[in-house]
């Protein structure tokens, strides 16, 4: 599904899908335990995303994306 101008869309390089799954994640060298940053993902890359992370031992979790208002195309609230 590709994503319209008002969706939030897949944070894989080159993809253009709707955002269906937030990747969220923090990197443990360099984010305090309550740091957490979210990548979105489509179903093909969320599965990706995750082990990319988790192969560099980066507390990860993937859950539904549910779009809150006043977000940009990344899902980053302005």
Same mark, same amino acid.
């Given at each position: 599904?590709?994503?319209?101008?008002?969706?939030?869309?897949?944070?894989?390089?080159?993809?253009?899908?709707?955002?269906?799954?937030?990747? $969220? #994640?923090?990197?443990?060298?360099? +984010? !305090? @335990?309550?740091? /957490?940053? $979210? #990548?979105?993902?489509?179903?093909? +890359? !969320? @599965?990706?995303? /995750?082990?990319?992370?988790?192969?560099?031992?980066?507390?990860?979790?993937?859950?539904?994306?549910?779009?809150?208002?006043?977000?940009?195309?990344?899902?980053?609230?302005?």
């Amino acid at each position: 599904m590709t994503a319209t101008p008002e969706q939030p869309v897949c944070s894989r390089a080159g993809c253009r899908a709707a955002a269906t799954q937030s990747v $969220v #994640w923090r990197n443990p060298r360099i +984010h !305090a @335990p309550d740091r /957490r940053k $979210v #990548w979105l993902a489509c179903d093909e +890359h !969320a @599965p990706y995303l /995750r082990d990319y992370l988790a192969a560099r031992s980066f507390p990860v979790s993937v859950s539904p994306f549910e779009p809150a208002g006043g977000t940009d195309r990344t899902g980053v609230e302005p």
